[in-house]
T-cell receptor
Framework: GENVEQHPSTLSVQEGDSAVIKCTYS??????FPWYKQELGKRPQLIID?????GEKKDQRIAVTLNKTAKHFSLHITETQPEDSAVYFC???????????????FGTGTQLKVEL | NAGVTQTPKFQVLKTGQSMTLQCAQD?????MYWYRQDPGMGLRLIYY???????DKGEVPNGYNVSRLNKREFSLRLESAAPSQTSVYFC???????????FGPGTRLLVL
């Protein structure tokens, strides 16, 4: 099955700096890569995703890049703010196109702390 | 819309007791999922239901059973709880295409 590794496990940055979180996956058939943000005591929420036919996707201060050859993808947050402090999870899956739901395999998470 | 709801929010069980975690969604989604979240291990899929009437095992199904009661509801049952099942359980739902999974607020379970 799929295996997703995520690094670093903790990341501390100064407000206004950039943060980068990296993930690698093992299944070359994976084609969908979402990122979830989870604030303390809350539910995970999707913040951005990318499909394997796209190399980069941006949404305001957040961007995701994908390197299919190397089987890794990264989350980039620019101009970090205190409200960006949370745990971030990457995930990978094959599904989403066949009507059979989407079995996600998650990374182990990155605790991001944005310091004033 | 309430989105995805879960009951109970918190539960304490003794080893060997049974219980059912309830999940419901009002987004007319076909697919539903149960995950457990443990410190340092991310979210792991227990069972999922691609559509009403179907269920399938995920990564960590041992010790659990599920029922897709109808399109809205997907329950998770622990027949004989063990301390290793102490965790936070999240239910999620998505369209059949499954691109975005919407999570419920979670159930915190402590097995003594």
């Amino acid at each position: 099955g799929e295996n997703v590794e995520q690094h670093p496990s903790t990341l501390s940055v100064q407000e206004g700096d950039s943060a980068v979180i990296k993930c690698t996956y093992s299944d070359s058939a994976s084609n969908y890569f979402p990122w979830y943000k989870q604030e303390l005591g809350k539910r995970p929420q999707l913040i951005i995703d990318i499909r394997s036919n796209v190399g980069e996707k941006k949404d305001q201060r957040i961007a995701v890049t994908l390197n299919k050859t190397a089987k890794h993808f990264s989350l980039h947050i620019t101009e970090t703010q205190p409200e960006d402090s949370a745990v971030y999870f990457c995930a990978a899956s094959r599904g989403g196109l066949t009507g059979g739901g989407n079995k996600l395999t998650f990374g182990t998470g990155t605790q991001l702390k944005v310091e004033l | 819309n309430a989105g995805v709801t879960q009951t109970p929010k918190f539960q304490v069980l003794k080893t060997g007791q049974s219980m059912t975690l309830q999940c419901a969604q009002d987004m007319n989604h076909n697919s539903m999922y149960w995950y457990r979240q443990d410190p340092g291990m991310g979210l792991r899929l227990i069972y999922y239901s691609a559509s009403e009437g179907t269920t399938d095992k995920g990564e960590v199904p041992n010790g659990y059973n599920v029922s897709r009661l109808n399109k809205r509801e997907f329950s998770l049952r622990l027949e004989s709880a063990a301390p290793s099942q102490t965790s936070v359980y999240f239910c999620a739902s998505s369209t059949s295409r499954g691109e975005t999974q919407y999570f419920g607020p979670g159930t915190r379970l402590l097995v003594l």
